[in-house]
């Protein structure tokens, strides 16, 4: 993944969520006959600036791109001309207002809505949730899984893809819940299995928790044969290349690659003596792992990929399609579930019982658009949906600056029957900033941090 792919994947998702956002407050401010001086995407200096339209709004593209904002005609911040008076925000309704500022962060959950509809209509590929045989000690072990078990729904809740089963299960695991989860043997026979996830901890759910809970993917068997070798990486330092096929790991003879997987993994920093077959004969190269930290676990990792057979793959994958009506039905609840287990998040971050490092700030969010892009346009647009969905519900928070700081000051004024206090408003804009600031440099020591452990 380049460095280019990365920062345009990311300027494109966030520019378009920005744009969404803010022409939310504008159509409806506009639908209202409110006057728009200006439409900016980001702040501080203009770099590009034009004016259109009757009432010369200024379209601005900004230095700094964290954000934008749509300026009104308001007594407030500035001298307005008699004639536009009427059309001042602060002369405006507080149900006008409310309007006007709650536009934006439903612009940005309409437009989560339509991307899904589209995905949902063009048909989202996915791997079948058929699961491997679980570790024992573990939940799933308790509860009678199997491998080859197909989940068919959990909670209640059909899943058709391992996607859909782990959102499904993630909902459950921050409760630390016990669900029902309806499978399908190799048989054909239908079993209801309940799971306890209250074992799982919060170290758990900000790593891989499904793994905790002893839910393994089944893979289908892969031949211990090297397929892409990572340059830089140890199994490159080494002399490893692509077609190597590895037969024995410290002597003990391997025949499939996720053997290769769990001896390098459980053996971080350690040399390793690999015999391999290249081309007939027989060698034995020794290969040095990387530790790595994932989850709070020390694991080894050499750079290395398996050598995939197209065929056996194509039968671990589906597509999930639907028709135009069931699209649109399910596009609005997966947003509205989505929002939902997003505001759950946050609160089990403020009371502690989910860790704070799951906060993400811009150097993540780049990361994960840049990964999303070099996969394909449905993993982009469904990242882009995601970023959407949180934008929007970051934006309702109850945090002055923020439109959801607006929105409570306007329910105030409605239940109270007057504005909110000029000196409330000031106090409220400073604790507002300071929260703020806080949380950005929250975000971004997590983002420090999972640069410097990956």
Do not use: C
């Not at 209250?198 to 759910?205: A, I, N």
């Not at 505001?343 to 502690?352: A, N």
């Amino acid at each position: 993944m380049t460095l280019l792919t990365t920062l345009v994947a990311f300027v494109i998702a966030l520019g378009s969520l920005i744009l969404f956002h803010e022409l939310g407050h504008y159509l409806v401010a506009r639908a209202l006959n409110v006057k728009v001086l200006r439409f900016s995407i980001g702040f501080g200096r203009p770099l590009v600036s034009r004016t259109y339209g009757i009432d010369r709004t200024q379209w601005v593209i900004a230095a700094f791109p964290f954000g934008g904002y749509v300026k009104m005609a308001d007594e407030r911040e500035g001298q307005v001309a008699s004639e536009d008076l009427p059309r001042a925000f602060n002369r405006q309704s507080v149900y006008r207002r409310f309007a006007i500022v709650a536009a934006g962060p439903i612009a940005n959950f309409l437009l989560a809505i339509a991307i899904y509809w589209l995905l949902y209509m063009s048909g989202m590929p996915g791997l079948r949730p058929i699961l491997d045989e679980p570790p024992p000690g573990t939940a799933a072990h308790a509860a009678g899984f199997h491998e080859g078990d197909t989940l068919l729904k959990v909670g209640g809740e059909p899943v058709a893809t391992w996607q859909d089963a782990r959102w499904e299960l993630l909902r459950h695991a921050v409760n630390q819940a016990t669900v029902k989860v309806e499978t399908r043997d190799h048989k054909g026979y239908i079993e209801v299995h309940t799971l306890d996830l209250s074992s799982l901890s919060s170290e758990d759910l900000d790593s891989d928790f499904l793994r905790a809970a002893g839910l393994l993917r089944f893979n289908p068997p892969l031949a211990p044969v090297l397929g892409k070798v990572v340059e830089g990486a140890p199994a490159y330092k080494a002399g490893l290349r692509e077609g190597d096929r590895v037969l024995a790991i410290d002597g003990v003879a391997v025949n499939r690659w996720q053997s290769v997987v769990a001896a390098v993994r459980d053996r971080p920093s350690a040399t390793l003596v690999l015999d391999v077959e290249r081309g007939g004969t027989r060698l034995q190269v020794k290969v040095t792992t990387e530790a790595v930290d994932e989850g709070g676990r020390t694991i080894g990792r050499m750079g290395a990929a398996p050598k995939v057979d197209p065929q056996s793959m194509r039968a671990a994958l589906t597509e999930v399609r639907y028709g135009v009506g069931e699209s649109l039905v399910r596009a609005i609840s997966k947003t509205w579930e989505t929002s939902l287990f997003s505001l759950r998040m946050l609160g089990k971050m403020v009371t502690g019982h989910i860790s704070l490092k799951n906060l993400s700030g811009p150097l993540t969010i780049a990361d994960y658009a840049g990964q999303s892009a070099q996969v394909g346009w449905i993993a982009y647009l469904s990242f882009v949906a995601l970023i959407s969905i949180s934008l929007g519900v970051l934006n309702l928070l109850p945090v002055p600056l923020l439109d959801g700081g607006h929105l409570m000051y306007y329910t105030i004024e409605i239940l109270k029957g007057r504005p909110v206090s000029e000196r409330a408003m000031q106090i409220g804009q400073h604790v507002g900033m300071a929260v703020l600031f806080s949380l950005m440099l929250l975000a971004l020591f997590n983002d420090v941090n999972r640069l410097i452990s990956n």
